[in-house]
């Protein structure tokens, strides 16, 4: 959170938009990378101004959208019904007052074919008194539709300081109104790099019932490179979780591709060789056997 020094080094690798959003923005704020999901930027504030946003271009700097802006999002959505799935974030999607978070869902409601919307948030680690009775009475509402498509709440926790007693109690309530959490972890050089670390963050997440989904590899956004921590390094680290870890409490690890080339999942390959007949794969304590390839 708090600047640094580091973060005028220049770098080659800096890009001001690393997920190559703009180029794919189908609509205003609204970004269509993937055949049957899209990301509604609803807003460009957010519980936070994390140092290494990947958005760091415009969250926090404008312009907002306008309600016009969200209608022509809206009417893409409507247009194109290979869409099944839409994550609202910016920003922060629990940055939204009550009401308008409700006028948005009963929009999304109204495209008619989602399945899921998930809406991303910092707020469960930054102001998770955010999460109250009337917010939890606007999502069920949502959910008590016929119809309706389901909700996911995508939170970001990177450290098990980050989980309050007060974010506890809001996970807790989520998931017991029904709405599921699912965590995003960015992997930090200096934060979280450490195997310790991610093994207790990502056990207290699990037994709070928040899956761990998705641990990123920092994206190349201006001022981050010190954050980064180098590929192979953190590969090695993701591999030394399996094991130690449940399947259920690992999330995959991920880099997304610049240039909005999308997610490729990177954790370390267990094919360690091969002939005719067999492949030889490493088990999750570093021993290997053959496996035949029929």
């Not at 009475?137 to 996911?152: E, K, M, N, T």
Request: proline share 6%; hydrophobic share 45%.
């Amino acid at each position: 959170m708090v600047p640094r020094g580091a973060e005028l080094a220049p770098s080659s690798w800096d890009r001001r938009d690393p997920l190559g959003e703009e180029q794919l923005e189908a609509a205003p704020f609204l970004v269509h990378r993937y055949p049957d999901r899209a990301l509604l930027l609803a807003t460009d504030r957010c519980a936070s101004y994390c140092r290494f946003c990947t958005r760091k271009r415009w969250v926090g700097q404008g312009p907002s959208p306008t309600p016009t802006d969200l209608d022509a999002a809206l009417a893409y959505l409507a247009a194109h019904h290979e869409i099944r799935e839409v994550i609202v974030s910016g920003g922060d999607a629990l940055v939204l007052a009550d009401d308008k978070l409700a006028a948005l869902l009963a929009q999304l409601r109204a495209v008619g074919r989602l399945d899921v919307v998930r809406l991303a948030t910092r707020m469960l680690a930054f102001a998770p008194t955010r999460v109250t009775a009337a917010l939890l009475g606007v999502l069920r509402a949502h959910l008590d539709v016929a119809g309706a498509p389901a909700l996911y709440l995508l939170s970001h926790f990177n450290h098990p300081r980050e989980l309050s007693a007060e974010a506890r109690a809001a996970i807790a309530a989520l998931v017991d109104a029904g709405v599921p959490v699912l965590n995003q972890t960015v992997l930090l050089r200096g934060v979280n790099d450490d195997r310790a670390v991610l093994i207790e963050l990502f056990r207290a997440l699990t037994r709070l019932r928040a899956r761990p989904y998705y641990l990123h590899q920092c994206d190349l956004a201006p001022g981050t490179e010190a954050f980064r921590v180098p590929i192979a390094d953190a590969q090695a680290l993701y591999g030394s979780l399996r094991g130690e870890l449940s399947g259920l409490s690992i999330p995959t690890f991920v880099v997304d591709v610049p240039g909005g080339l999308g997610k490729v999942a990177m954790g370390p390959s267990a094919l360690v060789g091969e002939d005719d007949d067999a492949v030889v794969l490493r088990g999750s304590r570093g021993q290997a056997a053959r496996y035949p390839k029929r």
